[in-house]
């Protein structure tokens, strides 16, 4: 970076979040801006998380020796370059035209897992064909049709992907002001339905719920621009050609059986019991906060969970994930995989998480600004940038490998 200033060239994304942030929301859509940076509620639990943070520093280790870091690291099968994976954000393509294809490029492009989000706007089979060798894994929410479970289990597996990623804090959507004061609800235009409107399964509801529909009394629909615009978003956002999706039901069908069936509220470790019996994949439960959930999916047989409150947007003033994960991991113990997602901004965040006890992080807002400003570049950019300063803050603090960075490596802050 330095070497191309000499030459007047500047990075494609700001170094910090702060820039990143602010240059990010001048290239954004109140609609997407909404969605990616907005929270549950009043906002505390977002605070919350950067809060945790500040409440620990750390403490680095003079004449050490070392001229050398090594950031690699085995997950679940994998050999990754550093510990750092890219989070499932939902309705991508609000930031950036085929968001998921060219954020699983600027992954592949540092060689780091993307967990393909279930709301993409982009298949999976797609999605997966812009990485390359890297690995990928594949999140689910689990609907309420059983079927519609299976064939995501199945695409997940045929895709080659290296885990699934159950979600399970979003059984509901959050009170989220800023999509509620203007009435934005990405799905409803068809935008992040992707991974369904490409299933066989929910091509098959669909098709169940027109044939159901024709014989039926005809709704009467209020006219309005509004709704006009949002016909035209459906059909546009709809798989084919668009003057064949406006003449059809299926576009509209697709997103009403898409908000009816997405997830489903009663989601319990029974549903969960039977993932072995349906995949051969390894399994990572998502929003894990309490030390005995923590417990009970390890006692359960899952490869792995991540600690996260979901970036800040389904519970307002729950605890913050980096605070949650220092009474799970001692609850727990050192041997199961723990993740962390949920207020990573910089490599120092990286670098404090794992010392606190996560394996790897994800990290989700940051990308998302990456790919608002420059697409697969602003991406992939990011993602160096959180990588880079990770492996300075290893050079600086004295910890040669991620086995270096212990509980020894930071402390309480005391002017936090």
Request: proline fraction near 5%; hydrophobic fraction near 45%.
């Amino acid at each position: 970076m330095y070497r191309d200033g000499v030459f007047g060239r500047v990075p494609a994304v700001p170094a910090d979040f702060a820039t990143l942030e602010a240059r990010a929301k001048e290239v954004s859509t109140p609609r997407a801006w909404a969605y990616v940076a907005g929270g549950a509620g009043e906002g505390r639990t977002m605070r919350n998380n950067r809060a945790a943070f500040d409440r620990w520093a750390i403490v680095p280790r003079m004449a050490h020796g070392n001229t050398t870091r090594d950031l690699s690291l085995d997950l679940l099968g994998s050999r990754l370059p550093a510990p750092v994976l890219l989070a499932p954000v939902g309705a991508g393509a609000l930031m950036g035209e085929d968001s998921d294809l060219k954020i699983a490029r600027g992954a592949a492009a540092n060689g780091i897992p993307y967990v393909f989000s279930n709301q993409g706007c982009n298949a999976m089979e797609d999605t997966a064909a812009e990485m390359g060798e890297t690995p990928r894994w594949v999140q689910l929410y689990w609907s309420t049709d059983e079927g519609l479970v299976d064939s995501m289990l199945a695409r997940a597996e045929a895709i080659g992907a290296g885990a699934l990623v159950v979600t399970l804090d979003t059984t509901l959507l959050g009170w989220r002001p800023m999509d509620l004061n203007i009435g934005s609800l990405p799905f409803s235009q068809g935008l992040g339905i992707a991974q369904y409107t490409s299933d066989p399964r929910f091509a098959e509801i669909v098709r169940e719920r027109i044939a159901a529909a024709a014989g039926a009394a005809k709704e009467s629909t209020e006219v309005t621009l509004g709704a006009i615009k949002t016909l035209l978003a459906m059909t546009r956002n709809h798989p084919g050609a668009f003057l064949e999706n406006l003449r059809s039901p299926v576009p509209r069908a697709a997103v009403e059986t898409f908000l009816d069936i997405y997830s489903n509220p009663g989601l319990s470790w029974d549903h969960l019991a039977t993932l072995r019996e349906r995949t051969q994949l390894p399994v990572v439960l998502k929003g894990i906060l309490h030390p005995h959930d923590a417990k009970r999916a390890f006692d359960s047989g899952v490869d792995a969970i991540v600690v996260s409150n979901h970036g800040g947007r389904q519970v307002d003033n729950a605890i913050a994930s980096l605070d949650a994960l220092v009474t799970i991991r001692e609850a727990v113990g050192d041997d199961p995989t723990v993740l962390l997602d949920s207020g990573i901004r910089t490599g120092a965040d990286v670098f404090t998480a794992l010392a606190l006890g996560a394996n790897a992080v994800l990290l989700g807002r940051p990308h998302m600004y990456g790919l608002a400003i420059a697409g697969a570049q602003g991406v992939a950019e990011v993602v160096a940038n959180v990588i880079a300063e990770l492996d300075l803050t290893m050079a600086l603090s004295g910890t040669a490998d991620l086995a270096s960075i212990t509980r020894e490596c930071v402390v309480p802050n005391p002017s936090a």
